[in-house]
């Protein structure tokens, strides 16, 4: 069984450098380009899916959209999940990276950005977002460290889509830099001191494959 893992193509924050977070930002043409060239991948590795998970932010969807129109499997069901949504980077959101480091330091910017246990500063208060209207306070966060993001992204894992394996079937998983990072130390066992090992560009099918007992036999970068 195969799980293909996609960060989302190019996104206007990743372009002009800014903490995104939950913000929901559109894709650049390059962005769109780049999930194109990433379907047209899985199209020649003649990887066929039964499922795709994303998150509930636009980047991530359109990604999937355009991977699964240049795979020739646009029909494919879509669950879309705040789970798999970037990690929330509290009152960064929005911040330029530079500006941040030259106020705080390169160290402090690298912590918030690549600690395991680092949170950023929280926001205030919580933004309402109809999106979000089912959660419960304790998951609506003001900010998360990559231990919170992997907090919410491993129950999806295990609850919904460990059981598609298990059934045979192979799933594509849209997200973001950080709740796939947060995926992926949890499937390679990665020490918490060891995730600049973790790098997840734009755009770019990581092809893992599943024996039967669900462990990990094999990763292919497409």
Known sequence: MKVVLIRHG??????????TGWLDVPLTEKGKQQAKEAGKKIHKADIKFDAVFTSVLKRAILTSQLVLEEAEQLWVPVTKTWRLNERHYGALIGKNKDEMATLYGVEQVKKWRRGYWEMPPLESSQTFDRRYQGLGSKDLPKGESLAQTQKRV??????QIAPLLLAGKNILVAGHGNSLRALVKYLEEVPDNQL?????????????EFNDKLALIKKTML
Request: charged fraction near 15%; glycine fraction near 0%.
């Open 196 to 208: 600049d090992t973790i790098v997840i560009p734009n755009a770019q099918p990581v092809v893992y």
């Open 10 to 19: 190019e996104s206007i924050a990743n372009f002009e450098n800014y903490w």
């Open 154 to 159: 491993v129950p999806l894992w295990q609850d």
